[in-house]
């Protein structure tokens, strides 16, 4: 079945370094949505890329869709320990196919 | 608009009994999902229903089992429990299975501990 790996699984950075967590499917993906689950809360939705080749910006979150829409990455630019938590890229591999999450990056951050 | 609802928030029950999880969905939403969550197995899939078909299912055992209202509400229900069951329950809404009304909006999830 679908699998969709995240790597790293876990990423500690000083604040104001750079983050960037990779998402790769193992088949093609009709769009791809990104979420954020902050220690002992629930996953809360970011953004969706569905074009090839996408990119978006979010302040200091850069989100972007593979050409052969099989993976995508989550860029944080200047973390703050705001951004503590752990991002998930979740995808189908058509509309009628079940939404598979990725495996998660968890992020911490220290001042 | 009020969120994505669940009851219990929290469950202690012991190997062999059975429970079930109750989830309302944000008002309009026709589509509910189910995820399981542990700290070694991450958020793994278990249904999706819309307008009271399911239409998907997860790598699950047949003890688990769930549906859908026709107000959207949905129950899931786990028979037989096991340790292993113990996790935490996500259950999640959206307008619709597709396209750009796919956004999923997760409620604050059931904390089930079997011992």
């Known amino acids: 079945g679908q699998q969709v790996m995240q790597i790293p699984q876990y990423q500690h950075v000083q604040e104001g370094e750079d983050f960037t967590t990779y998402c790769n499917s193992s088949?093609?993906?009709?769009?791809i949505q990104w979420y954020k689950q902050r220690p002992g809360g629930h996953p809360v939705f970011l953004i969706q890329l569905v074009k090839s080749g996408e990119v978006k910006k979010q302040k200091r979150l850069t989100f972007q869709f593979g050409e052969a829409k099989k993976n995508s990455s989550l860029h944080i630019t200047a973390t703050q320990t705001t951004d503590v938590g752990t991002y998930f890229c979740a995808g189908r591999a058509g509309t009628a196919s079940k939404l598979t999450f990725g495996t998660g990056t968890r992020l911490q951050v220290t001042l | 608009k009020a969120g994505v609802t669940q009851t219990p928030r929290y469950l202690i029950k012991t190997r062999g009994q059975q429970v079930t999880l109750s989830c309302s969905p944000i008002s309009g939403h026709r589509s509910v999902s189910w995820y399981q969550q542990t700290p070694g197995q991450g958020l793994q899939f278990l249904f999706e229903?819309?307008?009271?078909?399911?239409?998907n299912k997860g790598n699950f055992p047949g003890r688990f089992s769930g549906r859908q209202f026709s107000n959207s509400r949905s129950e899931m229900n786990v028979s037989t429990l096991e340790l292993g069951d113990s996790a935490l329950y996500l259950c999640?809404?959206?307008?619709?299975?597709?396209?750009?009304?796919?956004?999923?909006?997760f409620g604050p999830g059931t904390r089930l501990t079997v011992l």
């Open positions: 999640a809404s959206s307008l619709s299975p597709s396209g750009a009304v796919d956004t999923q909006y």
């Open positions: 229903y819309f307008s009271e078909t399911q239409r």
């Open positions: 088949t093609t993906l009709s769009n």
